[in-house]
């Protein structure tokens, strides 16, 4: 069985990010930028899966500008197998999942793991959209994947707690936070990483639309905080939150 | 406009972040909603009366007990032939449906809004919360996740809606629901919660953090919640994490204990009308936006406040 795995390209999650004086997004010029940390989770599960022997392929795409080789190129390090680039800049979701599903009508993957959602946008539905542009089942949000025969069972974090489905494959899985603890890639395998396959594609090799359905009007920071008292005792917080009526 | 609404609920009665939803969905015009279950009647009835209100679309069938959005979206793209928005809640179950609704209606959707500015345009945080966006939708039909803590709560009561079957579309033999571990709450629900008690890495570990954060959580009646750091070391289950990756809340008090203030952290919330810190470092972040910090050892400091309140 083969798995994809689509990771994106995002400001680095330690950046603060700055909104352009402009208004017209964020700005990310010389801004570190790395993989969504969700996606380097989904490479994690997927290399694990073919080290269990559950999986004999493991398969990177990102949709993004040309630097979106270096992520590809870290999750190749890590231990994926090869690599597709499709270069376009700024795709909404239902974009990314139109071109997704492209790729996997010609991979035949049985399994596609994506993030959850990604730290810039925060949009959480690429997957979500996948599975639904391919007829497929879905596991969102997933702290455990258990692939057993033609089905897989993925146990979600939900609002309560946890549930577990399971999915008949070909399926679509989201990670979340707890799924694993991403590897580190060891210098040689980053030396390896240079001379796996990578194919260079554009959305039109697929005959995608992927012009915009939204248009961004504005973008603000919002509001700031400003900084409040320092109280120097317990005494002098429960005074506090008895004026405040929270406290009798 | 006529929007349809996803309903949270477990069959007997509504679930709180379904009231946001119906607010936002009423600033776009006319709001029906719709009650899929298994054995829903109770809860189709709790959402009838539901301020402002019009059709109640109810589909009974045991496809849609476990809210599956591989039977429960096909049958809402059924019923937006004649709707032009559909809206969710930006709850677990939201999240899981609305996008695949929107791909099978070749719509964008709009994620966890923060407002409506009119009918195609909307507001929306992105880097967890560090820049709000204003996006305005080209799409025919639009598909929307409501922020919860954004919009005030319809009144659960006082509407009259009119209940109406709606015939099922069906298992689709995709999914099937194995079973959950959902945490009996002895507590308020953190998303709902007036009061929240919140303990980060500090607290050592599972024992530490029960003894110092949930009496102090009681004497206040609050709820409890917990940094990433504290959940992924186990300290409390996955569903206390509130952040840019876990819950939003904005309660009337959130007391961060422990808790260093990353950003990830404050996107969770930073919207809480007053934030109280107790960090034993005063240059920590999160006294960047509490409203009131106390510096010292919360091991003293935490057993002292709950005996002294
Ligand atoms: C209003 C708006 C403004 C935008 N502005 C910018 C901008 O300023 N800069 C910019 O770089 N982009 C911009 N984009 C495009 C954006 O970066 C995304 O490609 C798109 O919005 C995906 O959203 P998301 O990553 O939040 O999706 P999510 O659904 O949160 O992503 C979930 C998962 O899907 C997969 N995935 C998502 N996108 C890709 C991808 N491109 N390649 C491979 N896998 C992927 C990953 O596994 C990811 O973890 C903008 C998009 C919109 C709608
Ligand atoms: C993709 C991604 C998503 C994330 N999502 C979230 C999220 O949703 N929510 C979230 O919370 N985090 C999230 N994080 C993690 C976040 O970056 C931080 O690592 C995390 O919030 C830190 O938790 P903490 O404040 O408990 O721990 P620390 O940062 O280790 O802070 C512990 C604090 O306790 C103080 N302290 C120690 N001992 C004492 C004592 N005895 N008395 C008083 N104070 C003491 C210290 O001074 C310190 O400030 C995410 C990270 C990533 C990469």
């Known amino acids: 069985m083969k798995i994809i795995v689509p990771v994106k390209r995002v400001i680095d999650y330690n950046v603060k990010p700055r909104v352009k004086a402009d208004g017209t997004g964020v700005d990310l010029a010389n801004v570190k930028m790395s993989m969504n940390p969700f996606d380097e989770i989904a490479v994690e599960e997927a290399l694990r899966l073919k080290e269990k022997g559950a999986a004999t392929e493991v398969v990177v795409v990102s949709i993004g500008p040309a630097k979106a080789q270096e992520t590809l190129r870290t999750a190749l390090a890590m231990g994926a197998d090869r690599a597709i680039l499709i270069e376009a800049e700024d795709v909404e979701p239902l974009g990314v999942a139109k071109l997704l599903a492209k790729v996997q009508e010609e991979e035949l993957a049985g399994l596609i793991i994506l993030g959850k959602q990604a730290i810039d946008n925060d949009c959480n539905q690429t997957g979500q959209m996948l599975a639904a542009l391919l007829g497929r089942p879905q596991g969102t949000f997933a702290s455990k994947v258990e692939v057993e025969g033609d089905s897989v069972s993925v146990t979600r974090e939900v609002d309560g707690g946890l549930e577990t489905v399971k999915l008949t494959l070909p399926a679509i899985v989201t990670t979340d936070l707890r799924l694993n603890e991403p590897r580190y890639a060891s210098l040689p395998n980053i030396m390896k990483a240079k001379s796996k396959p990578l194919a260079q594609k554009t959305p039109a090799d697929y005959g995608v639309d992927i012009s915009p359905r939204l248009e961004t009007l504005k973008v603000v920071e919002p509001p700031v905080r400003q900084a409040g008292i320092k109280v120097a005792d317990v005494d002098e917080l429960v005074a506090k939150l008895k004026a405040m009526g929270v406290a009798a | ?309």
């Not at chain 2, 999240?95 to 609704?101: E, G």
């Not at chain 2, 966890?112 to 025919?140: C, H, M, Q, W």
């Not at chain 2, 689709?172 to 079973?179: A, E, M, P, T």
């Not at chain 2, 840019?244 to 919330?269: C, D, F, N, R, W």
């Open chain 2, 1 to 309: 406009m006529k929007t349809l609404v996803w309903v949270e609920h477990d069959n007997a009665s509504v679930k709180d972040a379904t009231l946001a939803a119906v607010t936002a969905a009423s600033k776009l015009g006319e709001v029906h909603l719709l009650v899929a279950g298994s054995g829903c009647a109770a809860a189709a009835s709790a959402a009838a009366q539901i301020a402002g209100v019009g059709k109640v679309h109810v589909a009974d069938d045991a496809a849609f007990a476990n809210a599956l959005p591989e039977n429960v979206a096909p049958l809402i793209v059924e019923l937006m032939s004649h709707h032009d928005a559909f809206i969710a809640p930006a709850t677990s179950n939201g999240k899981n449906i609305a996008p695949r609704v929107a791909a099978l209606l070749d719509v964008m959707q709009i994620s966890d809004i923060l407002s409506v500015e009119s009918e195609d345009t909307f507001t929306r945080p992105t880097y967890a919360g560090n820049a709000i966006a204003t996006v305005k939708s080209k799409d025919a039909k639009k598909v929307i996740t409501v922020r919860g803590t954004a919009f005030e709560k319809a009144d659960a009561t006082g509407g009259s809606g009119t209940v109406e079957a709606v015939s099922s579309t069906g298992d689709k033999g995709l999914s099937s629901f194995i079973g959950s571990e959902i945490a009996k709450m002895e507590r308020p629900e953190l998303t709902s919660a007036k009061i929240i008690v919140s303990g980060g890495r500090a607290l050592k570990d599972g024992d530490t953090f029960k003894a110092n954060i949930f009496p102090l959580a009681d004497k206040l009646g609050a709820a409890v919640g917990a940094s990433r750091a504290a959940v992924d070391a186990g300290y409390v289950p996955n569903d206390y994490q509130v952040g840019q990756t876990g819950k939003i809340v904005a309660p009337e008090v959130y007391v961060a204990i422990g808790i260093s203030g990353a950003i990830q952290h404050l996107a969770g919330m930073k919207d809480s009308k007053t934030i109280i810190a107790i960090n034993k470092d005063e240059d920590a972040p999160i006294f960047q936006v509490a409203d009131i910090g106390l510096v010292g050892d919360l091991f003293k400091i935490v057993p002292e406040l709950t005996e002294k309140l």
